[in-house]
Nanobody, 129 residues
């Protein structure tokens, strides 16, 4: 069982920045690919970004790739999501998730929420206009 704990959410004005963190309890953190998803009120959970276990490959939803940056520090068992130029439509609960390496080719699974094995409890991000 991997415990994921997100932090860093909060209330920010449009145009501001936040950095989300997700700390994993698993000592073999490098055995997991990591992803960020978000869910706005009344909407389905959507993919935001993902990163390979070795920090070599990253993926973004097209509309966010110019403003969001994913990274991971395997020594700290932590994945980050830097969010810049925030907009009110970025308001959502942000979740991190961990996918085991044998879940399949990451290039074909990173966007699929059901391919991730563990989820955090989420952190609220609210962007005011």
């Amino acid at each position: 069982q991997v415990l994921l704990v997100e932090s860093g959410g909060g209330l920010v004005q449009a145009g501001g920045s936040l950095r989300l963190s997700c700390a994993a309890s698993e000592r073999t953190f490098t055995a997991y690919r990591m992803g960020w998803f978000r869910q706005a009120p009344g909407k389905e959970r959507e993919f935001v970004s993902a990163i390979s276990s070795s920090d070599v490959t990253t993926y973004y939803t097209d509309s966010l790739k110019d403003r969001f940056t994913i990274s991971r520090d395997n020594a700290k068992n932590t994945v980050y999501l830097q969010m810049n130029s925030l907009k009110p439509e970025d308001t959502a609960v942000y979740y991190c998730a961990a996918q085991r390496l044998f879940a399949g080719t990451f290039a074909s699974t990173y966007r699929q929420a059901n391919s991730y094995d563990y989820w955090g409890q989420g952190t609220q991000v609210t962007v005011s206009s």
